[in-house]
Nanobody
Framework: EVQLVESGGGLMQPGSSLKLSCATS?????????MSWFRQAPGKERDFVSA????????YYADSLKGRFTISRDNAKNTVSLQMNSLKPEDTARYYC????????????????WGQGTQVTVSS
């Protein structure tokens, strides 16, 4: 059974940094799996944040987040992380990791397996 468990969310001040982690199990991590982060604010659609190839070489970001967010993975520990810097109130959302199983990496429809998410709230 594929399991994804996100952690690291919290209540943050604007301008601060936070690192989210996603622990995975139930599949062979680091061979064929592109991993991604999405986020969803209340009342809004689930939006693509970032993706990373199985070998960690290729990374992709939402245009609006380039330069502030960094995705990484540790194939020895079966984890994928998201470093978020210079947090803004508009970054407030529930953040999800997911395993890419489709064709369009920026579309939530391309992902079959999701974690439960971790809440990030940015507020002064």
């Amino acid at each position: 059974e594929v399991q994804l468990v996100e952690s690291g969310g919290g209540l943050m001040q604007p301008g601060s940094s936070l690192k989210l982690s996603c622990a995975t199990s139930g599949f062979i991590f680091g061979i064929y799996d592109m991993m991604s982060w999405f986020r969803q604010a209340p009342g809004k659609e689930r939006d693509f944040v970032s993706a990373i190839s199985a070998d960690g070489v290729a990374t992709y970001y939402a245009d609006s987040l380039k330069g502030r967010f960094t995705i990484s993975r540790d194939n020895a520990k079966n984890t994928v992380s998201l470093q978020m810097n210079s947090l803004k109130p508009e970054d407030t959302a529930r953040y999800y990791c997911a395993v890419f199983t489709g064709t369009l990496i920026r579309s939530p429809m391309a992902y079959e397996y999701w974690g439960q998410g971790t809440q990030v709230t940015v507020s002064s």
